[in-house]
Structures are given as structure tokens and as C-alpha cells.
């Protein structure tokens, strides 16, 4: 059996590359011979629509989350990853999951059936530290933080990182910070100026790679593509490539 390695995305703010990041990572460590699934927990499902397209799946997460039971999974086609989908349906099911005992839980158990079939899961959280990104905290074995590097995040990155403490120490004794990831990196003094706090504040949690500022990453899902298939000699796929890199190290 796989040893399955779980990354949740997170970061309660959006715009910060939470989706394309799963994408891009999935599709870069799929490139390099590992099994993957991405799963979106996000009610607005970007990574559905733009990895399916015109497509609309049968069954999505919310269901699966209602019914505490068989997690629909989508080939993505040309290499070895498929894809949980999620749906709007999926707004409403914070509420309607709150009063559950196992609450936390749900998706560790939905996880569970798969597990081990998978080198690694990718969860694309929706922008919130709600109870969905909560079941993804516990679901998970690491945390993967996208930041963008526009402005001083460190009053927003502490929230998230005192949220998986609390997490690790109550519910999920194995999590684990994965890593923070730069975005929307420009090179300029801004740029510098929030890399350079990021790095004297957190040290190696800090990757070494940056995914730059590049116009081809946000074309991308318009043609229903992730980064690597749409533009494979841009900046981003190169950026995204050497992230998978340091992921598998």
C-alpha cells in the first residue's frame, strides 16, 4: 500500500493562489510518475470548472459529505490524477454538518477509502477558517500556505499557523507544516521587502522557490487547462515544477 501524503491548502484569504496551486503542483508531481488527486472543498469550485470545463460531474463532494460515503472521483486525463469535484451546493454544508458528533471527521473517513491508492492528495480549502477547512486540517498529514507577496502578511499567517497548532494538538497529532509558499512574485522592492520578513521570521519553512507573477497561470482554466499542459515553457511551469521538486525532497 502507498504511504499517501495529504497537503491541505490553506489560507483564509483569497486571491492568493490557493487553487492554482493545487492544480499546478498536481499536474507537475503527476508529470514526474506520481499518482494524484486533487480534491476541491471550495463552495465556489474553481479547480472544477477549470479542470472540467464544460463538463458537470454527476456526484461532487457535497454529496459525499451528506451521505458519509463514496467520494466521486474524475480521471483529469494525459497523466495519472483525477479529480474530487465540488459544486455551489457545497456552501450550505458547513451548516448543515454542524450539529454532526464526527463533524471533524468527515472528510478524514471519506479519505480513508482511498487511502493508500494515492502517492499524494492535494485539498484545495475554500478562503475561510471554517469547519470545511477544519476537516481538511484533520484529513491532512501537512499544510501548504500560499501567500501573495503584495503586502506584509504576517498578522494573517499567524492566524492560519495558531489554527493548525491548535488543530495538530486536539484533533490531528500528525499534521505538520508543510511549507510557506511566495506567489504573485515580482521582483520588486515590495516583493523583496515582504520575501526577505517571511524568511528572517519563519527560516526554512519558507521555500526556497517563488512562483512569479505570470499572466499564462491566470489564462490558464480559461481554456480548461492547468499551467504545465497550457503554457510548459512559462515562467509559472517552470516556478511550479521546482515546487513539486522541493515537495518530493
Known amino acids: 500500500?502507498?504511504?499517501?501524503?495529504?497537503?491541505?491548502?490553506?489560507?483564509?484569504?483569497?486571491?492568493?493562489?490557493?487553487?492554482?496551486?493545487?492544480?499546478?503542483?498536481?499536474?507537475?508531481?503527476?508529470?514526474?510518475?506520481?499518482?494524484?488527486?486533487?480534491?476541491?472543498?471550495?463552495?465556489?469550485?474553481?479547480?472544477?470548472?477549470?479542470?472540467?470545463?464544460?463538463?458537470?460531474?454527476?456526484?461532487?463532494?457535497?454529496?459525499?459529505?451528506?451521505?458519509?460515503?463514496?467520494?466521486?472521483?474524475?480521471?483529469?486525463?494525459?497523466?495519472?490524477?483525477?479529480?474530487?469535484?465540488?459544486?455551489?451546493d457545497l456552501a450550505g454544508t458547513e451548516l448543515e454538518i454542524a450539529g454532526q458528533l464526527d463533524r471533524e471527521y468527515i472528510l478524514k473517513d471519506l479519505l480513508a477509502e482511498v487511502a493508500g491508492k494515492y502517492d499524494f492528495i492535494l485539498i484545495d480549502c475554500p478562503p475561510s477558517l471554517g469547519l470545511l477547512t477544519i476537516n481538511a486540517l484533520v484529513a491532512a498529514t501537512e499544510v501548504l500556505i500560499p501567500l501573495t507577496a503584495e503586502a506584509l502578511p504576517s498578522k494573517g499567517l499567524q492566524k492560519i499557523l495558531d489554527i493548525v497548532e491548535k488543530v495538530r494538538k486536539r484533533l490531528n497529532t500528525s499534521l505538520r507544516l508543510s511549507g510557506i509558499l511566495i506567489t504573485r512574485y515580482e521582483g520588486n522592492k515590495l516583493s523583496q521587502l515582504v520575501e526577505a520578513a517571511l524568511r528572517q521570521n519563519y527560516g526554512e519553512k519558507v521555500y526556497e522557490t517563488r512562483i512569479r507573477k505570470n499572466i499564462r497561470i491566470a489564462e490558464a482554466p480559461l481554456y480548461g487547462k492547468d499551467i504545465l499542459e497550457y503554457a510548459p515553457d512559462s515562467n509559472g511551469a517552470e516556478d511550479y515544477r521546482n515546487l513539486s521538486s522541493e515537495i518530493l525532497k
Open 1 to 88: 500500500m502507498k504511504r499517501t501524503r495529504t497537503i491541505a491548502i490553506v489560507n483564509h484569504k483569497g486571491g492568493v493562489g490557493k487553487t492554482t496551486t493545487v492544480a499546478s503542483v498536481g499536474s507537475a508531481l503527476a508529470e514526474q510518475g506520481k499518482k494524484v488527486l486533487l480534491v476541491d472543498l471550495d463552495a465556489q469550485s474553481n479547480l472544477t470548472t477549470s479542470l472540467l470545463k464544460d463538463t458537470e460531474p454527476e456526484r461532487t463532494i457535497y454529496e459525499a459529505f451528506n451521505e458519509g460515503k463514496g467520494l466521486p472521483v474524475v480521471p483529469l486525463g494525459g497523466k495519472d490524477w483525477s479529480l474530487t469535484p465540488a459544486s455551489l
